[in-house]
């Protein structure tokens, strides 16, 4: 049998390319006869196996990224074991790669293609962790607006027609990241038909059992109507940053706000 003997600096050249640790990278190296590449894809079918044992562990930890390239955006989330991960300048890297070649994707949710599994598994194997892509989505046509708070775990992608000065529209992302409720739609065209039903039956039943005459009680189920949707919608909603308007009201003439996405880590 041949032993191969095994240079520090190329066991270190291949360190840093894998991130694994040292005797790891000698033994590849030994294997596959001194060939870089062969033993920086030994070392990747090595500890993906290994890795591929652990994806039942909890991943609650994790980043939201998002990139915008031209008429395209896309937001992703990308989790990972850890914190300490989640934090990691690697681990930041990878999900704004992420999110990237999802912009340049076609629009709608997110199906990683092999080049992006393979970003991932990389930093599966380097962390150890049980790192995953969440979930996604591509947006295509009109201008974009986007937030992410600075923890990286809330981010906020809206997409518009017409212009918007760049403060405002980050401060509308702001807004429907932090606004309590959260806006459920646009505005009330776009509101689930089913949450407003029951809605509308719970605001003319109180307002029946007031024993006020029907004319009388029908405007007050109707003023519980828009009130609840005031509340619950984007447009209707008094900005975070300046009561006394909406954000419909803040929005310049022309202006039409197509779609939002507002994702936060394990959640909505």
């Known amino acids: 049998?041949?032993?191969v003997n095994v240079s520090a600096k190329d066991a270190m050249a291949l360190r840093q390319r894998t991130g694994l640790g040292i005797m790891d990278c000698k033994a590849a190296l030994a294997e596959t006869n001194g060939d870089m590449k062969a033993a920086e894809d030994l070392l990747r079918e090595r500890m993906k196996g290994k890795m591929d044992t652990r994806t039942d562990r909890a991943a609650g930890e994790g980043c939201i990224a998002i990139a915008v390239a031209g008429d395209a955006a896309a937001i992703v989330e990308i989790r990972a074991e850890t914190d300490f991960t989640a934090r990691n300048d690697n681990f930041r890297a990878m999900a704004?790669?992420?999110?990237?070649a999802a912009a340049?994707?076609?629009?709608?949710p997110i199906a990683p293609a092999a080049d992006v599994v393979k970003r991932i598994d990389d930093v599966r194997i380097t962390t150890g962790e049980n790192i995953s892509f969440a979930r996604g989505e591509t947006l295509r046509g009109g201008s974009f607006a986007q937030y992410i708070h600075h923890d990286g775990k809330l981010?906020?992608?809206l997409q518009y027609d017409g212009a918007v000065p760049a403060e405002l529209g980050t401060?509308?992302?702001?807004h429907i990241a932090a606004h309590v409720p959260t806006?459920?739609?646009?505005?009330?065209s776009g509101m689930p038909k089913d949450v407003v039903d029951a809605h509308r039956t719970e605001a003319i039943k109180e307002a029946e059992a007031s024993g006020k005459p029907k004319e009388i009680a029908t405007k007050i189920a109707e003023g519980k109507m828009r009130r609840f949707?005031?509340?619950n919608t984007l447009l209707g909603q008094k900005y975070v940053k300046d009561d006394k308007k909406s954000v419909g009201e803040m929005l310049p003439a022309g202006v039409k706000v197509l779609r939002f996405l507002r994702y936060a880590v394990g959640g909505a």
């Open 1 to 3: 049998m041949t032993v």
């Open 96 to 100: 704004s790669d992420v999110a990237r």
């Open 104 to 108: 340049a994707g076609p629009a709608g």
């Open 155 to 157: 981010g906020v992608l």
């Open 171 to 174: 401060g509308i992302c702001q």
């Open 183 to 188: 806006p459920q739609a646009i505005d009330e």
């Open 229 to 231: 949707f005031e509340d």
